[in-house]
């Protein structure tokens, strides 16, 4: 059964806790999570937040992160769909390549074109961001996708 869903931009303070409680249900790191450093997108059922999404721009670069669907609604292709959209909003923004550390959807991101990658090889830039320096554990699996 399919459901409507909506997208919107994450813009103020109350919205923003509202993401971040939703990363928090599925154990994903989201305290350095800031308005002004994250291209952040909310998913709507109605007013319900179900999913959550972002880029970090990082120069002609960005990091992919806090990807997250409620439990209850997994399976129905809203990961899918928020990926999508993301990799929309980095090629809008003229990036290059998308990176991400995941612990848990290493196959996920390998069907949506993302491959392997180590991460020595990672810009600087990336490197620099809060998430890739101390946020997410060494062993979490880097990936890129050149856009």
Request: charged residues 30%; contains cysteine.
């Amino acid at each position: 059964m399919e459901i409507e869903v909506k997208s919107a931009p994450i813009r103020d303070a109350e919205s923003l806790e509202d993401f971040r409680a939703l990363l928090r249900s599925v154990s994903l790191p989201c305290d350095d999570l800031s308005l002004d450093r994250h291209l952040l997108l909310g998913y709507y059922e109605g007013n319900r937040l179900i999913g959550t999404g972002a880029l970090e721009l990082c120069g002609p670069y960005a990091l992919l992160r806090s990807l997250a669907v409620k439990d209850a609604l997994r399976g129905r292709s809203l990961g899918s769909r928020i990926t999508d959209e993301l990799i929309d909003l980095a090629r809008e923004n003229n990036v290059e390549r998308i990176y991400l550390l995941t612990e848990t959807a290493r196959l996920f991101f390998k069907r949506k074109g993302f491959v392997e990658v180590d991460r020595k090889e990672v810009p600087a830039e990336v490197q620099a961001s809060s998430e890739f320096s101390g946020v997410c554990s060494e062993s979490a699996i880097c990936m890129t996708k050149t856009l």
